[in-house]
């Protein structure tokens, strides 16, 4: 079955520093993997989307993702951090085929990044 | 474009009690979903569908019903309230579920609390 784990509940970076959000998948067949954003009281947002190709997927807001194959991992970094990148952060990846011919996604459980100022 | 609109954005309700969530998208999006969000837990689907007149259930359907009578509306309703299912509810749209590689857009999400 397909699923998504998020190591890290919390992570604290100074703002300016790189920053890393950890996300490890397994599936079965090729991985379509995302990452949203979450800021308070507001829904998610999508920032970047792996599906082929290139290993390094840019997004928005200067995010990029990198896709390891042998690690089963797809990482969010940034390489410098900012107060406002404080937000909650989901790895999501598509799941199974239903049987209405639809694919459903599976999101991990997030992680809260913090930048301190 | 206002992309997907849920209301409300806050109810309380008392056990038994039902209620109806709604979520509207103008995007002309083939897919919509329901997912409720619980600290710790993610996201977890409760029902979706691929088109009006089509809806199917997703992880955590008990308690909820859902209907697409047209492409831009896609209520959910609690039939009978229990504490269990005090949450934050989403409703995502994206243009199609076919092949799994379109975005999901969502709304601001409903805070229900059942008490």
């Known amino acids: 079955a397909q699923s998504v784990a998020q190591p890290e509940d919390q992570v604290n970076v100074a703002e300016g520093n790189p920053l890393t959000v950890k996300c490890t998948y397994s599936?079965?067949?090729?991985?379509?993997l995302f990452w949203y954003v979450q800021y308070p009281n507001r829904g998610l947002q999508f920032l970047l989307k792996y599906i082929t190709g290139d290993n390094l997927v840019k997004g928005s807001y200067g995010f990029e993702a990198e896709f390891n194959k042998s690690q089963t991992s797809f990482h969010l970094k940034k390489p410098s951090a900012l107060v406002s990148d404080s937000a909650l952060y989901f790895c999501?990846?598509?799941?199974?085929?239903?049987?209405?011919?639809?694919?459903?996604?599976?999101f991990g459980t997030g992680t809260r990044l913090k930048v301190l100022a | 474009n206002a992309g997907v609109t849920q209301t409300p954005k806050f109810q309380v309700l008392k056990t038994g009690q039902s209620m109806t969530l709604q979520c509207a998208q103008d995007m002309n999006h083939e897919y919509m979903s329901w997912y409720r969000q619980d600290p710790g837990m993610g996201l977890r689907l409760i029902h979706y569908?691929?088109?009006?007149?089509?809806?199917d259930q997703g992880e955590v359907p008990n308690g909820y019903n859902v209907s697409r009578s047209t492409t831009e509306d896609f209520p959910l309703r609690l039939l009978s309230a229990a504490p269990s299912q005090t949450s934050v509810y989403f409703c995502?749209?994206?243009?199609?579920?076919?092949?799994?590689?379109?975005?999901?857009?969502f709304g601001n999400g409903t805070r229900l609390t059942v008490t």
């Open positions: 999501a990846v598509r799941g199974g085929l239903t049987t209405s011919g639809t694919y459903k996604y599976i």
């Open positions: 995502a749209s994206s243009l199609t579920g076919r092949y799994g590689n379109s975005p999901l857009h």
């Open positions: 599936v079965s067949g090729n991985p379509y």
């Open positions: 569908s691929v088109g009006a007149g089509i809806t």
